[in-house]
């Protein structure tokens, strides 16, 4: 599936990635490839996926950290939407 990660100030990634955690209004979930069309309010936490082949562009390294092979992306809210395996996350 294709991750899109979009800040006021730039879009930081967009990459093919295996899997993607949000921190949801009501919790933590997980999206995996083929998971149904979701639009969700997204809180003060980290975004974590994996991916094969994950391409960060080197002015945003430095806002990813990777601990156990998940990349990790702090945010304090924003909105997220995935359809057709593509996720767009819009995030403070």
Known sequence: MFLEIVTPEA???????LSVTVPGINGEF????????IVSLLVNGNVKFKGGTVKIEEDFQDKFTKV?????????????????????????
Do not use: C, R, W
Not at 30 to 37: F, G, I, R
């Open 11 to 17: 879009v930081l990634l967009t990459s093919e990635v």
């Open 30 to 37: 997980q999206m995996l490839n083929n998971h149904a069309p």
């Open 68 to 92: 156990d092979g998940e990349y990790v992306f702090s945010i304090t809210g924003g909105t997220i939407e995935m359809k057709e395996n593509k996720v767009i996350i819009l995030a403070d």
